[in-house]
């Protein structure tokens, strides 16, 4: 018999809650808060308050959603980290009573494993091709831009990643300089579309072996930005489009230029997808191309699974519950976790 798995993400300003029957999604709802919008960024205090505001309702929602009652729920799932703290708190506060109070275990996930977890998500409707071990997988998101060595279910390792700013951080922050309303990476990846990608060209960083870094490319587009807008002071406005394709192409080129390299030296082909920034239609079509240049099996994932969402840790949960990985009511969250 499968069990039925809750699953609770609360790790930044999304609180999500998703019933899994097995490896089948049966319901994934997430409430978003649009509170941070005019302050260019997440705010943490604000963002722990909505979570208790919103845990309850989404919570009622998924369930009711997947039709199932609180008794036939076999386990909870939450995100034990990494995080804001205040917001791991309110998920795994409740997550924790939810247990208890139905007798229940309790298992503890790790939000990076659950991004890259997200490929065995299958849906009622249609079944998908899952990877196969070993595989590798390009984890990109606001906080983090990594290569994972993906062994196992639950043995993975981090064979590359940012020594400073992630790539969807980088998206962000070069859209604020450019004036866009944050969060500012959709809007790169909107306007990049109608833009030229060769219109202008702005500097990689040479960094050893697999690992990543952005600051610099950062700091080279403020500097860049501003000696143009001193000779053109309307520059950015006159020139949205190509800069946008421009800084996409350079971020997605660094991305792909050292995942290239991991595959070549591990023999991999197996290559996946996953955290927010894999929504960009630029680093989608990239996976694609490596896909007919390189010969590799590529899996990139559904849109509702690339942003933070509880599916995602409903079926990592599932893959401990298997193995009666189970953690105790002392159990508390992590602000940093390694994967």
């Known amino acids: 018999m499968n069990p039925i798995i809750l ?17 089948t999604i049966l319901s994934n709802v ?7 919008e005019e302050y260019g960024g997440v705010v943490p205090e604000l963002a722990s308050r909505a979570h208790q505001q ?14 199932v009652t609180p008794e036939e729920i076999s386990a909870v799932a939450f995100t034990r980290g990494p995080g804001l703290m205040g917001s791991l708190l309110v998920g795994t506060s ?15 996930v790790n939000h990076l494993q659950a991004h890259v977890l997200a490929h065995f998500i299958q849906e009622s409707d249609s079944k998908h091709e899952v990877p196969e071990f070993p595989f590798l997988c390009l984890l990109v998101s606001g906080g983090n831009s990594q ?4 062994k196992d279910h639950l043995e993975m390792e981090i064979i590359g990643q940012t020594i400073d700013d992630a790539a969807g951080e980088a998206f962000d922050k070069c859209a604020k300089v450019m004036g866009l309303p944050y969060p500012g990476g959709p809007l790169i990846d909107q306007f990049s579309k109608d833009g030229n990608p060769d219109a202008f060209q702005f500097s990689k960083p040479r960094i050893a072996d697999f690992d990543y870094s952005f600051s610099g490319l950062k700091t080279s587009f403020l500097y860049f930005l ?11 406005e006159n020139n949205k489009n190509d800069l946008c394709a421009s800084l996409q192409k350079t971020i997605v080129d660094i991305l792909m230029d050292k995942l290239i390299a991991a595959s070549k030296k591990t023999g991999i082909k197996e290559i996946a997808l996953a955290g927010g920034v894999s929504a960009n239609s630029g680093l989608r079509q990239a996976f694609v191309d490596g896909r007919e240049k390189y010969g590799w099996n590529i899996y990139i994932p559904e849109f509702s699974y690339t942003t933070d969402n509880a599916a995602m840790i409903a079926i990592t949960g599932l893959f ?14 992590y602000a940093r976790m390694g994967i």
Do not use: W, Y
């Not at 409740?94 to 503890?108: M, N, S, T, V």
């Open 320 to 333: 401990k519950f298997r193995k009666q990985e189970f953690v105790g009511q002392e159990v508390a969250p």
């Open 54 to 67: 919103n845990i309850i309702p989404v919570v009622h929602k998924a369930m009711k959603d997947a039709k």
């Open 147 to 150: 290569i994972v060595l993906v």
């Open 30 to 36: 997430i409430a978003g808060q649009k509170v941070h």
């Open 94 to 108: 409740f997550a924790k009573g939810f247990a208890l109070a139905r007798k229940i275990p309790l298992i503890e």
């Open 226 to 236: 501003r000696d143009h807008i001193k000779k053109e002071p309307d520059f950015i």
């Open 7 to 23: 699953g609770i993400e609360s790790s930044c300003d999304d609180t999500s809650a998703a019933i899994i029957k097995g490896d």
